[in-house]
């Protein structure tokens, strides 16, 4: 499998030279949040017997360019990750959900506070049947703003 790394300028001009390459398979488009308004998204495409692989990264801020015009499939994966991480697609709506959620905000966000983490305290005990019990704590990664 390849992997490279292009600037966002490069990310339509990159997805077309695959495509005319022979890479006519979409697999899968993700992203992940590096902190603040900073973004990885990344994309998989394949020859149609599988033989090659490519991923291809590009850091991005909140907009990228949508490749539905080369990969229609890829629409589902841009709706999806513009609903869990906030990003915009230029020249794709992504208005209508990918599927429905109880969040209010972006999930897979790393300063996205999740209930369950920031109202559960950690248990007093190493573990569940003892009697000996330490200082009630947070779980790692929660800040001190979420808590109330």
């Known amino acids: 499998m390849t992997q490279v790394n292009i600037q966002p300028a490069e990310w339509l ?14 697999e899968w488009l993700t992203a992940s949040h590096n902190g603040g308004e900073s973004f ?11 033989s090659e692989r490519t991923l291809f990264s590009s850091a991005v801020d909140t907009s990228v360019e949508s490749l539905t015009s080369i990969y229609p ?8 990750v513009a609903q869990m991480f ?32 920031v109202d559960t305290e950690w248990p007093g005990a190493v573990e569940p049947d003892e009697n000996a019990t330490r200082r009630p704590a947070s779980p790692p990664g929660i800040f001190p703003e979420w808590q109330s």
């Open 13 to 26: 001009d990159n997805a077309q030279q695959l495509k005319a390459a022979g890479f006519t398979r979409c």
């Open 40 to 50: 990885t998204v990344t994309l998989c495409v394949a020859k149609p017997d599988l």
């Open 73 to 80: 499939s890829v629409a589902f994966h841009e709706r999806e």
């Open 86 to 117: 906030g990003l915009t697609f230029s020249g794709h709506d992504t208005s209508e959900l990918a599927f429905e959620t109880e969040f209010a905000g972006f999930p897979l966000r790393r300063d996205f506070a999740l209930a369950s983490r």
